[in-house]
């Protein structure tokens, strides 16, 4: 043996001997632990699995094998759920309100135009931007399901959804002329769109929380400028009327304030006149003596004793008495 021999195998190969089994065992473990791995793996993903239904969630059971297949009738409430993936799946359906606008906004909504159009029954078409607000009853999960087949409430809601208030929409405007629709009449035209898409929505459990305009709806600029014209003359016509009742009021007050002094007038007339009345039949030649008598004895009592200094004469000329010597 060389001297590299010696430097290179030391032992002549009995260590290399004794490290064999060790490595054999680490081997023998790794391979162990790899294939405990994938039969996990494969019996979580393929025999069994486990699933968690959030708040707001209702979950939907769909058998995919035996004679049973199709969705449960019972949904699956919050909670962890134990499935075989060979058998069934699991489907998720969000149960709180879920609100859509469709508007001409791009910023809004999707990034593009979405407005809803409808025709009056004029034959008029009008153009507005909506919002609607529904929730899907959780008892009635599986029977939604069953009816669409779909997992993707947008697809639902920006598809079927749409459809479907878009055909309301227009079966109700044709009952209503475009006057009515833009004016006074717009809370009772929305009311009853909203109570047909119930309607429709209602055997699958999906309940409209809310449905109506976002803004004005946008008709023609000519019909628009009409319309705003008549209303203008009705609130003119109706302040006119306001202020002929205001100024009949005031010329009925005026006359009645004037009626009320001339009866009391007259009134007051009949009374001095009665008072007159009684005066006259009361007075006799024994009252009038009485009463001269007692005007001069009230002149006496109210004399100083002077004389007068003065005295009228023929023609009216005044005279001065000559004044007494003391």
Known sequence: MTLFGEA???GGGR??????????????????????????????????????????YVGVEV???????????????????FYSPLRSQIIEFPTFVQTVKWTHDLNE??????????????GMEIYS?????????????????????????DLFTHGILRDVVRNSLNEVASTYSVEQ???????????????????????????????????APRVPPVI???ITSKAQAIQDAERARNELAKTQAEAAKTIAEADGEAKAAVTRAN?????????????????????????????????NGQLPTVQTGNGGLLMELPKMQQ
Not at 64 to 75: D, H, K, N, Y
Not at 111 to 121: D, H, P, R, V, Y
């Open 109 to 122: 909504g999707h990034a593009s135009n979405e407005e809803m159009s409808f025709n009056t029954k004029e």
């Open 63 to 81: 058998v995919l094998s035996g004679s049973q297949r199709g969705p449960a009738e019972i949904p699956i409430r919050t909670g962890w759920v």
């Open 129 to 153: 931007d909506v919002s609607l607000s529904y929730a899907i009853d959780p008892r009635r999960v599986p029977d939604f399901y069953v009816k669409y087949r779909l997992s993707d409430l």
């Open 181 to 215: 629709i833009y004016g006074e009449q717009k809370a009772e035209f929305l009311t009853k769109v909203q109570a047909l898409i119930q309607s429709k929505m209602e055997p699958v459990g999906v309940g409209i929380q809310q449905f109506g305009f976002i803004g």
């Open 271 to 303: 009374g001095e006149a009665e008072a007159n009345k009684i005066r006259q039949t009361s007075l006799t030649p024994q009252l009038l003596e009485l009463r001269k008598i007692e005007n001069q004895k009230a002149l006496i009592e109210r004399w």
């Open 224 to 226: 628009a400028a009409a």
């Open 15 to 56: 260590n290399i001997n004794a490290q064999m089994p060790g490595v054999t065992r680490l081997i023998k473990t790794g391979a162990a632990v790899v294939g405990t791995l994938i039969f996990c793996l494969i019996f979580f993903n393929y025999i069994a699995s486990i699933t968690r239904i959030g708040a707001g």
């Open 8 to 10: 290179f195998n030391p």
